[in-house]
């Protein structure tokens, strides 16, 4: 008896078939070689996920030690706190989201990768955010990061790390960000970091899309926006180091930096 194959709107396939054709695939699906190895095929994927829900589950690979890599002493300190709520859990079942929402809580924490080192550890490398500016509101201080995160409140004695002060409307909370001009302000500063330059500078101001640096000298360093800031700050450091144009009264305008432009505050002179 033959058969004949058709496709799933009833069309020839152009296949035919007998019993004959079909014996030897018959024959092999009936036989107890093949019945033994689905079986053991079936006991083995058994085996494997009674093992993995076992990990999950038990203390088979729970987390007992967390490294970090990429901080050191206190900051260390502070990242492994953050994650210490984790010892004890699954290594295997550690989600994602629990590590990463732990890490963003650390202030001090500019970003982070982790991998699993079974079968106990979890190793972290974090990127530290580094200070930049002393953030100011009336009496208050805090410690901001170039991208504008706060650090830490500055209770006593502060940095010297340029000034960049802003009106008393608004929270400001360690962990958060500043905004408007505090922003404009601090990402000014954010070429400079590492720089010896950054301590010739007292206060960094920010009106409209004017950035302003005024220097411990009383130099203004006016640098226009924030386009093109490395460029603008490279040229105002060449031309301060050839004129010694730092004294007070006196301006850098570099917000062409192309042209530079050195000139005195009329206004602030007889004043």
Not at 142 to 154: F, I
Request: proline letters at 6%.
């Amino acid at each position: 008896m033959a058969g004949e194959l058709r496709t799933a709107d009833g069309r020839s396939a152009g296949l035919t078939f007998g019993r004959r054709e079909l014996r030897p695939l018959l024959a092999a699906l009936e036989s107890p070689r093949l019945a033994r190895g689905l079986a053991y095929l079936a006991v083995v994927l058994l085996c494997a996920l009674g093992a993995y829900f076992g990990a999950r589950e038990t203390g088979m690979f729970a987390l007992r030690q967390i490294e970090i890599e990429g901080a050191r002493g206190a900051n260390a300190a502070k990242v492994r706190a953050a994650l210490a709520p984790l010892l004890g859990s699954s290594l295997v079942a550690l989600e994602r989201e629990k590590v990463e929402s732990r890490l963003a809580a650390v202030p001090i924490v500019a970003g982070a990768t982790y991998d699993r080192n079974f079968p106990h550890t979890l190793r972290v490398r974090v990127s530290i955010e580094r200070p930049v500016a002393v953030l100011r509101r009336g009496s208050e201080s805090w410690l901001l990061s170039a991208g504008g995160r706060v650090l830490a409140g500055l209770p006593g004695r502060r940095p010297p790390l340029p000034r960049i002060w802003v009106a008393r409307a608004g929270k400001i909370y360690v962990g958060g960000k500043v905004s408007g001009s505090a922003q404009k302000a601090v990402h000014a500063l954010g070429p400079l970091i590492g720089e010896p330059f950054l301590r010739r500078v007292r206060a960094a101001t920010a009106s409209g899309p004017e950035i302003t640096l005024t220097l411990r000298s009383g130099l203004e360093l006016r640098l226009g926006d924030l386009e093109r800031l490395p460029l603008k700050l490279a040229v105002a450091r060449r031309v301060i180091t050839l004129l010694g144009a730092e004294t007070s009264g006196s301006f850098l305008d570099v917000s062409a930096p192309a042209r530079p432009f050195f000139g005195r505050d009329k206004s602030k002179v007889e004043g």
